[in-house]
Nanobody, 121 residues
Framework: QVQLVESGGGLVQTGGSLRLSCAAS????????MAWYRQAPGKERELVAS???????LYADSVKDRFTISRVYANNMLYLQMNSLEPEDTAMYYC???????????????WGRGTQVTVSS
């Protein structure tokens, strides 16, 4: 079992910034991939950004050049730096974990419970 706990969400004005964090614990693979997803009310969950075990990153077009995913392997932490936030970024943000980059982008093994991000116009 792997536990994922997100933090850092909140209310911010358009154009503002937030930094989300995700702490992973439990039976963690030596090498693993992680990702951030989000789900807005009435919409399906969507992949925001992912990072492979080797540090390769991929982003949704809607957040490219505004969001940055990063990780610190030593303490099993995942981050999402979000800049130039827009009302359309309002959603519950979830951390996800998988054994490789392809799986974390399609069928993650574990999910966090989410942290709410609200961007006011």
């Amino acid at each position: 079992q792997v536990q994922l706990v997100e933090s850092g969400g909140g209310l911010v004005q358009t154009g503002g910034s937030l930094r989300l964090s995700c702490a992973a614990s439990g039976s963690i693979f030596r090498i693993y991939a992680m990702a951030w997803y989000r789900q807005a009310p009435g919409k399906e969950r969507e992949l925001v950004a992912s990072i492979s075990g080797g540090g390769n990153t991929l982003y949704a077009d809607s957040v490219k050049d505004r969001f940055t995913i990063s990780r610190v392997y030593a303490n099993n932490m995942l981050y999402l730096q979000m800049n130039s936030l827009e009302p359309e970024d309002t959603a519950m943000y979830y951390c996800a974990y998988g054994p490789n980059h392809e799986m974390v982008r399609t069928t993650p093994l574990y999910w966090g419970r989410g942290t709410q991000v609200t961007v006011s116009s």
